[in-house]
């Protein structure tokens, strides 16, 4: 079945230790988003790619980067994980931007910082 | 800008009895709204979504959805929920991307 993958499902991470979360699919999907889910709250996206054309949210801090060295895989890198980086984070894909473009996850990964 | 918003942040019901999730939306242009489900320590799901035409929209595991116009709302419901619907239920509303609302958390109880 086609779908995205995520990497690990659960991380455990060392305050200001860098730490890469790897996501992959086989939707073949122009888009790949990176949200972040803290505890019952809403997902808030970070950022997302469309092909190679990176688009970073305003509000998203410079510690966390991104990487997609092709279609099928997108990496979030948070340079120096503090305790409030501790949340789910969900990467999803979605075939186009703009209005009602459904948008496909993965189980998302649980980053622990210690 | 588009919102969506959750007025409850968790709803108890008993098994077998009717359930009804609200959502309200503000928007200023065309609405595409969504229903996403997530199972703990899970990714999201959707279970449904409105693009345009009818307004009841009819999705999986036996969920529907009414986008009403003039109250701004698209309220999810189901007439018989089952405790493997216990779950965190997102409204998003989608322009260039997704924003989702704050979730409710619906309890099955026995």
């Known amino acids: 079945d086609a779908m995205v993958i995520q990497n690990p499902r659960y991380q455990v991470t060392q305050f200001g230790k860098p730490v890469t979360l790897s996501c992959s699919q086989t939707l073949n999907h122009n888009v790949m988003y990176w949200y972040q889910q803290k505890s019952s709250q809403a997902p808030k996206l970070l950022f997302h790619?469309?092909?190679?054309?990176?688009?970073n949210e305003a509000d998203t801090p410079d510690n966390f980067q991104s990487r997609r060295p092709n279609t099928s895989f997108c990496f979030l890198d948070i340079r120096s994980p503090g305790l409030g980086d501790a949340a789910m984070y969900l990467c999803?894909?979605?075939?186009?931007?703009?209005?009602?473009?459904?948008?496909?996850f993965g189980q998302g990964t649980r980053l622990t910082v210690v | 800008a588009q919102s969506v918003t959750q007025l409850d942040s968790q709803v108890p019901v008993f098994e077998e009895a009717p359930v009804e999730l609200r959502c309200n939306y503000s928007s200023s242009v065309s609405v595409y709204l969504f229903w996403y489900v997530q199972y703990p320590n899970q990714g999201l799901q959707l279970l449904l979504k409105y693009l345009s035409g009818s307004t009841l929209v009819k999705g999986i595991n036996g969920f529907e959805a009414e986008f009403n116009k003039s109250q701004t709302s698209f309220h999810l419901r189901k007439p018989s929920v089952h405790i493997s619907d216990t779950a965190e239920y997102f409204c998003a509303v989608s322009d260039d991307k997704i924003i989702f609302g704050k979730g409710t958390r619906l309890h099955i109880l026995p």
């Open positions: 999803a894909t979605s075939r186009v931007t703009g209005g009602g473009t459904e948008a496909f």
């Open positions: 790619y469309y092909d190679k054309d990176f688009n």
